[in-house]
């Protein structure tokens, strides 16, 4: 299994997300990140050149992945790391429980964990499985501490405690952090994050093991790339005797100056940088004569479905960066907040990757709670056509005939009339002469028979008393009558 | 079968243009299809509204349903296939017949080079006027501050932008007045508003925030789905801002009342 999926419940989650004034005003505080890209984007002329540049690398890789990965682990082996290709979840999960098993120093062979941010490491559920083992998992990332401390998932792939306002940060540290002064206050962001950060730096040299994922993977040099704001994931992996670099297949591409045109693409995509703070290149296990670096280096390959996607329809999805522009100029991610999906990954990426992952079944709500506004695809920086991958979906949704029994049955009825004109411009003009009538001449319905969802919130615009079909035919008859006289 | 489509020959250069109303405008908006003939007459055109359109499909290619979208795609292939140039005057329809018709039937050899051929010479209204026709302005006349919002499809699809921009501001009159994210879906979506009310709702109220911002007398748009939620929405919240389709103030035909407002005492069009 992996992380447990709660999509199904995506409707309600997102009512009620748009009744919590809390998480509300934190999606508020957090919406500068589309602002910065649009700002930084404009900075370079040649932004879509890089974009089509990105798109067509991506697209190259997946054609000839499993070349580019076996590449790959020659190339690691070769710089003295471990390959390990694991199929789905447990899999990945049992291999790293077992290197880190094999690493604790703890008593009773309780290790401590040190974590840079990773999506497939959520993805794979790893925190609890390491936490059943009784483990100790610390998460370095700042807003992946805070979702630690509150036991929540990510709300965003980049911004994980997007969801979380300043306040709430405050209650969590000073929850958590029970040997510092209880008088202390907090003016500002700033003087919760230099807490965090004196809290965290305090932990970092007692690690056995420290996990990272990997933004990129280089065929060319066995390395793998990290991209951080915080510099945490380098002293994660840095610092403890064995670093484990868990990664999805499709992170990996052919060179290291393709490297550069992701780069390129990717901060500015993401936090609207040219370039994030920390852009971490690493291979390998410590050499003799290094000064630091783990004694051991491990990287997990996880499939968890990916060749199936690159197989089918779905595809283009692999191109995805994980920058999360898409959810950032989302107004249904803005919305609702990204814990309505119900599952790791969030916004228009989320609602593609998602019923890939955990099936249409469980995952039908996020494709079909979409107005196809085409901002995502408008702003990826790897040009997905996210719009029309959910379109998809909702294809293979009906083919499977897992939409609603009425609204099957409503479009079953539409498409009878949209194919007989005659009856259907008979039939609408009769349904609209009595919508007008009951609107009693006040041009608008309070309410609608059939039609609660519209008229909940808004007034429904009456129509006129004649369809303009009806009306054109009436007025090119008079036409002709009078050209025949 | 559909009838000729016009009873007699076009005038040379006039060409023969077929008008698709789209099914929002036929059942709700007659004034929208009347005021897109004006223009269209207006810019040497022949027009004809054929009697066997119905919708252009976007329902069911939106709901997954693919069979039942080529369905209706091939009839209304057949339907307008006799014009010079076919018009809708909505981005969304417009971007189903333009761009999604070839995919809908993309494995239909024999349809798709009559969708291809469709494709080609359809145009939603306003980008139809300014470069297929040249109009550059248009001869009309309102008194008042107007603002305009972005419908999705028409903007990112078929890339309509400053195009109404351009002949509002030949308008006598009229001053037009940018919202905020006017680029910003409006919460309409087709059936997404019915079936996701609660986040519709909450997307076209920030869209009549912006547009309450403005203090516009009108807000307009090219696409009458977006224009009816947000009409829907400003007159339950009781602001006094009114809707109308842009091609309704280009062509003058203000006469009837904005979306949603009171009939007023009988049916009077110039
Ligand atoms: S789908 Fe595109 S925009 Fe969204 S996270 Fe992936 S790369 Fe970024």
Known sequence: MTAEPKSSQFKSAASEALQNPRLQAAMKASGGLAVRRAAAIAEIPEFEAIRDAGRDLKNHTLANLDAYLLAFEEKALESGAKVHWAADAEEARAIILKIVGRHAKGPEGKARVNKGKSMISEEIGLNSALEAAGHHVLETDLGEYIIQLRGEPPSHIIAPAAHVSKPDVEADFRAAHTHLDPERTFPDAASLVHEARHVLREQYFGADVGITGANMLIAETGQGVIVTNEGNGDLSQILPDVHIAVASLEKVIPTLDDASTILRLLARSATGQSLSSYTTFYKGARRQGDLDGPKEMHFVLLDNGRSEMLAGEFREMLRCIRCGACMNNCPVYRAVGGHSYGWVYVGPMGSVLTPNFVGIKEGRHLPNASTFCGRCQEVCPVRIPLPGLMRKLREAEFEQKLSPQTARYGLGVWRWFAKRPALYHRMSSIGMRALNWLSGGHGRLKRLPFGGGWTAHRDFPAPAKRTFMAEWKARKAAKSQGDDQ | ?270
């Open chain 2, 1 to 270: 079968m559909q009838p000729a489509p016009s009873a007699e020959p076009a005038a040379p250069n006039r060409p023969k243009v077929g008008l698709f109303a789209t099914c929002l405008v036929d059942l709700f908006r007659p004034n929208v299809g009347f005021a897109a003939v004006e223009l269209l007459e207006a810019a040497g055109c022949d027009v004809d509204a054929p009697e066997g359109q119905t919708c252009c499909g976007q329902p069911a290619w939106n709901s997954g349903d693919r069979k039942g979208a080529a369905e209706v795609a091939r009839r209304m292939i057949e339907v307008f296939e006799p014009y010079d140039y076919v018009v809708l005057p909505s981005g969304s329809c417009g971007a189903t017949v333009k761009k999604d018709y070839v995919e809908i039937l993309r494995d239909d050899s024999d349809w798709l080079p009559r969708a291809q051929a469709l494709s080609d010479k359809t145009f939603e209204l306003i980008t139809f006027l300014t470069e297929i026709r040249g109009v550059e302005g248009v001869n009309a006349q309102f008194d008042g501050v107007v603002t305009y919002h972005d419908s999705c499809s028409g903007l990112r699809s078929l890339g309509v932008k400053d195009q109404p921009r351009q002949l509002l501001s030949s308008v006598d009159g009229l001053r037009l007045r940018e919202m905020e994210d006017a680029e910003v879906c409006c919460g309409f979506g087709g059936t997404f508003c019915v079936k996701y009310p609660d986040i519709s709702n909450r997307m076209v109220s920030n869209k009549t925030d912006n547009i309450a911002a403005t203090s516009a007398d009108l807000v307009l748009a090219g696409d009458l789905g977006c224009l009816m939620n947000m009409a829907g929405k400003l007159s339950r919240q009781g602001r006094p801002v009114k809707a109308r389709h842009v091609a309704e103030i280009l062509a003058g035909m203000t006469d009837e009342p904005a979306i949603g407002e009171p009939q007023r005492g009988s049916e009077k069009r110039k």
